[in-house]
């Protein structure tokens, strides 16, 4: 009899522990993921994110790990990120919006982006528009990406970003960033970039329309208030700080300007290759300006620019070049 009462607890914790979460339809599948129609859930989604980054339980009290969530109808006037440490699931945009109104609150570090990171435990955003505003923040969608199999794909950023660093999509990625677009304008001192502030992963297929500046003036300063030399700045990526998969496949019509380290496509390219890309904007700078790339830092070898065109106006003052500034 004792058996038989170990078996049935044990079965109806089995039972139990695939029930759907209270506060969304569906059982957070792939085929039927949980799904958002509110402020509220993406709220009830940011508590289970803030909770211990140790993934030791993933149906557990972090129980938003490996869990697939689909954006019903957009959602406006968003004030903070959605938790302030990495997501760990799957969110579906479903082509759907959401508009921001952060600003960043350092050092509470909840509203430097939608999603303050983004998981290596096969996290992914996927088919999402983000619009509105981020000021003294990171990026439109995601602050940092953690590692290879980490993605983004098929999203789109409307919303203008300004702070420090910053990027349309991202600003540091490590994993893929692949069929995305940037629209909204990029303002910041140092590391600026249409889709990613600081590459250390892959882009592939993603186009930049918006503007991106770095500046020395106005209230882009760094948390200490200091204003130091603008230091790669690009349509597509403000600069590579390691050595990355490559950059393939992009497009820049944005209008780029900066100061030094100044490129089309990538400012700053260090230990990865740019193929395939096109920058048909206006790039302009002082120093080390190119239409694709402004800096070539090949100590390591595994730099190149591959196929790649610009029909863009390049100005300058030092090292300028139509496809690379300064090698």
């Known amino acids: 009899m004792k058996k038989y009462f170990m078996l049935l607890f044990v079965f109806s914790g089995i039972h139990l522990f695939a029930q759907p979460h209270p506060s969304f339809t569906g059982t957070g599948t792939v085929d039927d993921p949980y799904l ?32 697939h969530f689909k954006l019903m109808q957009n959602i406006d006037n968003v004030t903070e990120s959605i938790g302030w440490r990495p997501f760990c699931g799957h969110f579906q945009g479903n082509g759907k919006t959401i508009t921001l109104a952060i600003n960043y609150d350092y050092p509470d570090n909840r509203s430097s982006a939608l999603f303050v990171g983004l998981s290596n435990y096969n996290a992914s955003i996927d088919n999402l528009i983000v619009d509105g505003y981020v000021n003294d923040g990171f990026a439109g969608i995601v602050y940092a990406g953690g590692g290879e199999m980490s993605s983004i794909t098929n999203c789109v950023n409307n919303a203008t970003v300004t702070g420090w660093s910053a990027g349309g999509i991202i600003h540091t990625n490590r994993g893929t960033i692949s069929n995305c677009i940037n629209n909204g304008d990029i303002t910041g001192v140092n590391i600026v970039g249409g889709i990613v502030g600081d590459n250390a992963g892959t882009i592939i297929n993603c186009i930049n329309t ?19 030399p603008n230091n790669g700045v690009g349509g597509i990526v ?30 700053g390219l260090n230990r990865t290759s740019i193929t395939n890309c096109i920058n048909a904007g206006y790039v302009a700078g002082w120093g080390s300006v190119g239409g694709i790339g402004g800096v070539i830092f090949n100590f390591y070898g595994g730099s190149g620019i591959n196929n790649c065109v ?6 300058g003052e030092e090292d300028i070049g139509s496809i690379v500034g300064k090698e």
């Not at 770095?214 to 208030?225: C, E, I, P, R």
Request: glycine share 16%; hydrophobic share 30%.
């Open 210 to 228: 918006g503007n991106v500046t770095a500046t020395n003036s106005g209230s882009n300063t760094n948390l200490v208030g200091e204003i130091t």
């Open 36 to 67: 958002i129609w509110n402020k509220a859930q993406l709220k009830i989604l940011g508590d289970s994110v803030d909770l211990d980054n140790t993934i030791t339980n993933p149906n557990g009290t972090k129980w938003h790990v490996g869990k």
């Open 238 to 267: 403000g600069c590579v700080s390691n050595y990355c998969q490559g950059i393939s496949n992009c497009i820049n019509i944005g209008t780029i300007k900066g100061q030094d380290v100044v490129g089309g496509i990538n400012g």
């Open 310 to 315: 610009n029909v863009g106006v390049v100005e």
